[in-house]
C-alpha cells in the first residue's frame, strides 16, 4: 500500500508564487513515477507534471516554464513549484504515483484570486 499526502495550496494572488509537497510512504519504490494532477470546479482531472525516478520530467502545455516538478527519493518526496500563477491554475491538485498500482492523495486547493 501507499499513502500520499499534499500540502502547500492556498489562496495566492496573480502573478504569484506557491510550492506544492506530496509526502509518500509505505511501499514506495524510487523507480517509478510520480506526478501532480488537477482539477477544476466542472472539469476533468487534468495532467500536470511527472518525473521518473532518474528525474526526467514532462509538463503539460499550460505550465510549461512555469511550473518545474522535483523530487527527493531518500525522503519519498516530490515538489510542484508553481510561478506565474495564473485564475486559469486554480484547481485541487493531486499527486500521483504510478507504481504497480496507481495511487492518489487527497488533495490540495490552490486558488488563484485577486
Known amino acids: 500500500q501507499v499513502q500520499l499526502v499534499e500540502s502547500g495550496g492556498g489562496l495566492v494572488q496573480p502573478g504569484g508564487s506557491l510550492r506544492l509537497s506530496c509526502a509518500a510512504s509505505?511501499?514506495?519504490?524510487?523507480?517509478?513515477?510520480m506526478g501532480w494532477y488537477r482539477q477544476a470546479p466542472g472539469k476533468q482531472r487534468e495532467f500536470v507534471a511527472v518525473i521518473s525516478g532518474e528525474g526526467s520530467t514532462n509538463y503539460a502545455e499550460s505550465v510549461k516554464g512555469r511550473f518545474t516538478i522535483s523530487r527527493d527519493n531518500a525522503k519519498n518526496m516530490v515538489y510542484l513549484q508553481m510561478n506565474s500563477l495564473k485564475p486559469d491554475d486554480t484547481a485541487v491538485y493531486y499527486c500521483?504515483?504510478?507504481?504497480?498500482?496507481?495511487?492518489w492523495g487527497q488533495g490540495t486547493q490552490v486558488t488563484v484570486s485577486s
Open positions: 509505505g511501499s514506495i519504490l524510487s523507480m517509478y513515477v
Open positions: 500521483n504515483y504510478r507504481g504497480p498500482n496507481d495511487y
